[in-house]
């Protein structure tokens, strides 16, 4: 095991249904603690320069659409082995296939509108939250 920190969003579908609450409260009580949280409205080039290794994907237009349709909650979480446990509490991409109790499960709709992002491995976790946070704001 290892003390790790990854990126969460709570994404503009779980903003506008009132859902922030409820997501941050699952993460501290599976451990994992805030170190670093902001409301925000991402701009297009923000949300297309966060979500670049997926430009060339039919789907990009869609993304950046929705990732700035409205606020987010960007947050840096920390715990054990947080990186692939955020990922396994917030379930597959599709909500369809994603496991009973798990975040997409519980709150997204679709595939394009899921609620919740998770950094994928240790070098996006230190990208992703370069790209939203400085040292000095987590702690
Ligand atoms: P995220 O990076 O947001 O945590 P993920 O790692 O589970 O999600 P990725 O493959 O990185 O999935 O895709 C990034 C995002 O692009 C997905 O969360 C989803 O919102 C969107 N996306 C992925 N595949 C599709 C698709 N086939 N149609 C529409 N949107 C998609
Ligand atoms: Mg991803």
């Known amino acids: 095991m290892s003390r790790e920190r990854t990126l969460s969003i709570i994404k503009p579908d779980a903003v506008r249904a009132g859902n922030i609450g409820n997501i941050i409260a699952r993460f501290e009580r599976e451990g ?3 170190a ?3 409301k925000c409205q991402l701009s297009q080039a923000e949300a297309e320069g966060f979500y ?4 060339a994907r039919g789907f990009f237009g869609e993304l950046v659409a929705f990732m700035t349709s409205g606020p987010v909650v960007v947050m840096v979480l920390e715990g054990d082995d947080a990186i692939v446990r955020n990922r396994t509490i ?3 991409t599709n909500p369809a296939n994603a496991a009973e109790g798990t975040l997409r499960k519980l709150y997204a709709a679709s595939v ?6 998770g950094s994928d491995s240790p070098a996006s976790a ?3 939250i370069a790209y939203f946070f400085r040292a000095i704001e987590l702690s």
């Open 32 to 34: 994992l603690a805030i």
């Open 36 to 38: 670093g949280a902001r």
């Open 52 to 55: 670049a290794e997926h430009s």
């Open 90 to 92: 917030m379930g597959a």
């Open 112 to 117: 394009g509108e899921n609620a919740v992002h």
């Open 126 to 128: 230190a990208r992703e």
